[in-house]
């Protein structure tokens, strides 16, 4: 890098970093599991980068001196933090429908990514199914189980496609230590992560049908409806309520308890999370105002659908841009 580029002002770093924002937004994510603290770290490596900027020697591109900064900070942040989860990684399923208002907030949950906040993908179609797939919330979920400096070495391996000794440079690690840290890292995931024919989604037309299906199913409480819709042992979560659902029968008796009818119809808006489908669920009160319930990313598969994990957090309908009430 020319010196004059070291010596550029706030405008000028700006232009030469911001490109990086959003892969770097979805690293962090990855190693920490939360779109909110993947932001404020962002911020602080960002930050961090400015303060050290003069004396970025270029040795390395631009884009792995950020990466470094990041790796570091977020290694850093998870000495500090518990694993976040989803209720399937914490307890059997459960059999009975707990009670209204059985939540755990103390639980450090798991969070679902919006995919605006990481667009731009390349427009290689392989690529952009490849980075997809590096988001899905079973694999974010799964990518918690694993010691911090494993899930920064894999990610950087084999999500990011850096060599042994990239990631040994920036982990200060030998090329062999990294190499076997990311055996061990993907000999457990391997036994953590669905097989890929388990996720493999159906073709466009007939994955379009099937969440059509699921929506207009969801929004008139056809609990019979909904059920059909699901595969054999598909699973339902709703963090922050510790419990959940494996197998149609278990999750119908969850439905019919918790879906309020005989209303008019609830609404389901469609949007996307780790690279997955996703609805904003909004259940209408006895006010007649829609309001927001729920987030809920879908698992479809050629089969039926696999997985629905409804964050039951509002406030998560901000970060996907949608409001809160709906007339």
């Known amino acids: 890098m020319k ?3 070291r010596d550029a002002g706030p405008e000028e770093f700006g232009r030469l970093t911001d490109p990086f924002r959003r892969e770097l937004l979805a690293y962090c994510y990855r190693m920490l599991g939360s779109v909110h603290d993947a932001e404020d770290l962002v911020q602080e490596v960002y930050l961090r980068a400015w303060r050290a900027y003069a004396s970025f020697d270029g040795r390395a591109s631009l884009r792995t001196w950020l990466y470094r900064i990041a790796t570091n900070a977020c290694l850093n942040a998870l ?6 989860v989803l209720p399937s990684g914490l307890a059997s399923p459960s059999g009975d429908v707990p009670p209204p208002g059985s939540r755990a907030p103390e639980v450090p949950w798991l969070e679902p990514l919006p995919d605006r906040l990481v667009g731009g993908a390349p427009e290689d179609p392989a690529a952009v199914v490849a980075e997809r797939a590096s988001l899905r919330l079973a694999l974010i979920a ?23 000794a990239e990631v040994a440079g920036t982990l200060g690690m030998t090329g062999a230590g ?25 073709d ?7 969440l059509d299906r699921f929506a207009r199913a969801f929004e008139t409480v056809d609990i019979a409806g909904l059920t059909r819709l699901l595969t054999e042992q598909a699973a339902w979560e709703m963090p922050p309520v510790p419990h959940w659902f494996r197998g149609r029968e278990a999750i119908g008796r ?7 009818s005989g209303r008019d ?3 389901l808006v469609p949007v996307r999370a780790n690279g997955q489908p996703a609805f904003g669920a909004y259940l209408r009160g006895e006010d007649g105002i829609l309001h927001a319930h729920s987030l809920m990313v879908v698992t479809p598969t050629r089969s039926g659908i696999a997985r629905i994990s409804s964050f039951m957090a509002p406030s998560l309908f ?3 841009g949608l409001p809160r009430v709906r007339e």
């Open 178 to 202: 990294v190499n076997s840290t990311l055996l061990r890292a993907r000999s457990r995931l391997e036994r953590l992560v669905p097989a890929g024919d388990e996720i493999a989604e159906p």
């Open 265 to 267: 119809p609830h609404l």
């Open 318 to 320: 901000d970060d996907f």
């Open 79 to 84: 000495e500090h933090s518990s694993r976040r």
């Open 142 to 164: 799964a990518l918690q189980y694993l010691p911090a400096r494993q899930r920064a070495v894999l990610v950087l391996r084999d999500v990011l496609g850096w060599s042994a």
């Open 3 to 5: 010196t004059d580029e």
């Open 204 to 210: 466009e037309p007939a994955r379009r049908e099937l």
């Open 254 to 260: 969850l439905l019919a308890a918790r879906l309020p």
